[in-house]
């Protein structure tokens, strides 16, 4: 048995999909804001709490890479550019919160299967 299947708990592998989904989509946020001037640039997103429901369900879902997509229904400038400041901003926002709360719950896994291996000796 490796070493990182030893450690593979049902709560850390799901823990691990929601942190690769909440880095994924602050990059999709970052790439948004970095193009805020770019003429004819689309907001891109993805279909976060689907991709959350897929990871959990998927067992394969690591080979799997959630597809971003267009955002429809953004109000367009006339260079035909859509990103939102204000809505990027909250994005971002929510999603630095929930990846912090995502760590937070990590280590208090690790705490726990310390504690699980510490007490057994």
Do not use: C, W
């Amino acid at each position: 048995m490796s070493d990182s299947a030893f450690l593979a708990t049902p709560a850390l592998a799901r823990l691990e999909r929601y942190l690769d989904v909440s880095v994924l989509r602050h990059s999709l946020i970052s790439s948004n804001l970095a193009n805020i001037d770019t003429p004819g640039y689309r907001t891109r997103d993805l279909d976060f709490e689907g991709e959350l429901r897929r990871a959990q369900g998927d067992l394969q879902y690591a080979l799997h890479t959630p597809m971003a997509r267009p955002v429809l229904g953004l109000l367009e400038r006339p260079d035909g550019n859509n990103v939102s400041l204000e809505r990027e901003s909250l994005l971002l926002a929510r999603t630095q919160l929930g990846f912090n709360a995502g760590v937070q719950l990590l280590r208090a896994e690790f705490r726990r299967l310390s504690l699980a291996i510490n007490e057994g000796k």
